[in-house]
């Protein structure tokens, strides 16, 4: 009875079902955290939004600047908050205060404004530009200054209190389009130039000269400090380019992934959490392609791609990592807001009597239950399942499809077709093992022929393929003088062989020659 009961409790493996493999590629982990970001549509801003600006303080709402208003919107909601008109003409930057109390906004009319974010008053009015200023900054931990650049190529360093400009820098020679403030120091500050060029200043060198100057080589639309201070990122053409302020302005790297104009970049952070405690930082750079690109400059490579509908103008990202918002050309605004953990548990905080409910975990499988026999193929594979993996079809050139199906003619014609001299000679060598390749000369056509014979013009007298290739060259004449006589394109392109074969036995004889005269000196030389 022991063998019988033996015979039964041997296993036999059984071969798995195959799963056609999805089209689309698996989508990384990084990938899969940007993508969580669940775009709403913000949309009648009346014109292209030029500016995006996130607040340092909690609740971290961002302002967005389009035609002669300034809207101030709820980074949870993405309601609007308030909204800021009294401009004079298209607004066209904005920035928070460290603080976020106040908001500095410039106009097309050259004037600087800054204002208290929850009466909307204008508390300052900063005069001294005499074009439209594009650009308006605080420092980063400064609240008594602001720095401002526009279409006269002056950047303005201002005493916000007492209205007047501290500091005018004239290093440029065209407009000034961008700029943004050091975390390492905030006297330092860099501004972005449609003259291709990036200048960094510092407020506490007596002179107006800038401390470094770095030639992006397309004009200037933003320029961003990242987290370290040490590195600036700067956005112009269809480029962004990472430089090493500390090792002298040195490029980095220079991801050149968009198709159309790079218009803006903004930091943004990732993490497990995703949270303000993260150290993983990104540049995302957006463009009048429609992308929004997200690059690892730890790494030199980009981690996400994202297109819109509509061309780009800037981006910004919140410090809380929770809510990203692009402005476009058409006036709408794309904001996405991640959903956290943290959301659910302030969702359940607001209902003390409910409390905090833990999740019900899944059920798992196991072999002592009678669905672990019936569980679908789309169950992962366990430690000690023994995986078949579907063979990776190899992609063949068209000649050696053309090949396979014994159209040894067309096959020829193919490979001759082609830009690789290498195929070619491959396709010759196979004929020739067929013993098809003088049956296919024999049957070109005139067209077909003249491909030849200039393939031959090109490459007979390479020392790789002089072998086959003089060989056939003989051939091709004696089988097809009547169609070459009869035809002067063919002619030409006899002469033109006769050519490179004779410049090719000149040199063989003038290398014969210099063989000659080097022989016996080596000859002597070896005696010695």
């Known amino acids: 009875m022991a063998e019988p009961q033996q015979a039964l409790s041997r296993t036999f493996p059984v071969k798995p079902k195959l799963r056609a493999k999805s089209k689309k590629p698996s989508k990384t982990p990084e990938s899969k955290y940007w993508s969580s970001f669940k775009s709403n549509t913000i949309p009648k801003l009346i014109s292209s939004v030029t500016s995006i600006s996130f607040s340092p303080a909690i609740p971290h709402h961002f302002a967005a600047a389009y ?130 060029t990036v200048k960094v200043w510092d407020v506490r060198v007596s002179n107006s000269d800038p401390s ?13 400090f990242l987290p370290s201070g040490g590195l600036i990122a700067t956005a112009g053409g269809n480029s962004v380019k990472i430089w090493d302020v500390i090792g002298g302005g040195k490029l980095l790297y220079s991801m050149e992934n968009h198709n159309k104009t790079v218009t803006s970049v903004c930091v943004g952070k990732i993490g497990r959490d995703g949270g303000e405690n993260s150290e993983e930082y990104r540049v995302l750079s957006v463009g009048l392609d429609g992308y929004m690109k997200v690059f690892d400059y730890s790494k030199f490579k980009i981690t996400h791609s994202m297109r819109f509908p509509a061309p780009l103008l800037s981006i910004g990202f919140s410090p809380d990592c929770a809510t990203r918002a692009i402005g476009t050309s058409g006036g709408v605004i794309f904001a996405g807001k991640r959903k956290v953990k943290g959301d659910v548990e302030s969702g359940l905080r607001a209902f003390p009597s409910l409390g905090l409910v833990a999740e019900p975990q899944k059920r798992v499988l196991r072999p002592s239950y009678f669905r672990y026999f019936h569980r679908s193929q789309g169950e992962k594979p366990s430690e000690g399942d023994y995986l078949i993996s579907k063979p990776k079809k190899v992609k063949m050139a068209e000649h050696d499809k053309l090949l396979k199906k014994f159209r040894h003619k067309d096959a020829f014609v193919s490979a ?113």
């Open 212 to 224: 470094m100057a770095i030639n992006h080589g397309k004009p200037v639309e933003d320029v961003i």
């Open 416 to 528: 001759l077709s082609g830009k690789n001299p290498e195929n070619v000679v491959a396709v010759m060598e196979e004929l020739v093992a067929r013993k098809k390749l003088l049956k296919c000369v024999a049957n070109l056509d005139t067209e077909e022929l003249g491909l030849l014979l200039a393939f031959l013009h090109r490459h007979s007298t390479v020392p790789r393929y002089a072998g086959l290739l003089m060989g056939l060259t003989k051939k091709v004449v004696q089988m097809r003088a009547e169609d070459i006589i009869a035809s002067d394109i063919l002619k030409a392109h006899i002469r033109n062989l006769k050519r490179s074969v004779e410049e090719e036995v000149r040199i063989q004889q003038s290398l014969q020659e210099i063989q000659g005269i080097i022989s016996p000196l080596l000859r002597i030389a070896g005696r010695r």
């Open 67 to 196: 035609s002669t208003s300034l809207t101030l919107f709820n980074s949870q909601t993405l309601e609007p908050v308030t909204s800021i008109s009294s401009f004079k003409d298209v607004v066209s930057s904005a920035s928070f205060r460290s603080d976020g109390l106040l908001i500095a906004a410039s106009d097309h009319s050259g004037l600087v404004q800054v204002f208290d974010v929850k009466t909307r008053i204008a508390l300052r009015k900063l005069r001294g530009h005499t074009r439209p200023v594009r650009l308006v900054r605080y420092p980063r931990s400064d609240n008594l200054h602001l720095f401002s650049g526009g279409d006269d190529a002056v950047v303005k360093y201002w005493d916000v209190a007492s209205e007047s400009a501290v500091v005018e820098f004239r290093g440029h020679k065209d407009y000034v389009r961008c700029g943004d403030g050091s975390p390492a120091s905030s006297e330092l500050f860099a501004t972005g130039s449609y003259d291709h």
